[in-house]
Nanobody, 123 residues
Framework: QVQLVESGGGSVQAGGSLRLSCAAS????????MAWFRQAPGGQREGVAA???????YYSNSREGRFTISRDNAKNTLSLQMINLKPEDTGVYFC?????????????????WGHGTQVTVSS
């Protein structure tokens, strides 16, 4: 029911910054949990950050305060501001949504996915 389209990926040198965006359509966006996941080359998807409909946020321990997730319900967009990027941040970043009533902090709760945007960090 939810269509998600990521943008903003690219190549950056270590220590640089990027802002990813996700445009949502097709269903109620403001009441959904939203999250960003990363899939490293040859790896599996791992949760990066999540946000509730009331803007409560959750972050994976490995982010170390470098990433900030936010949402603009009026524009139906989700963002991920990334600073001090490291080579290990490289991967495909996916926008995801969990339906109303889900535990937003549970990485397994997300059922709707975008197709991803590539982030490459060089050293």
């Amino acid at each position: 029911q939810v269509q998600l389209v990521e943008s903003g990926g690219g190549s950056v040198q270590a220590g640089g910054s990027l802002r990813l965006s996700c445009a949502a359509s097709g269903a109620v966006y403001s009441r959904y949990c939203m999250a960003w996941f990363r899939q490293a080359p040859g790896g599996q998807r791992e949760g990066v950050a999540a946000i509730t409909g009331s803007a409560i946020t959750y972050y994976s321990n490995s982010r170390e305060g470098r990433f900030t997730i936010s949402r603009d319900n009026a524009k139906n967009t989700l963002s991920l501001q990334m600073i001090n990027l490291k080579p290990e941040d490289t991967g495909v970043y996916f926008c995801a949504a969990a339906r109303t009533g889900a535990n937003c902090a549970n990485w397994r709760a997300y059922s709707d996915w975008g197709h991803g945007t590539q982030v490459t960090v060089s050293s």
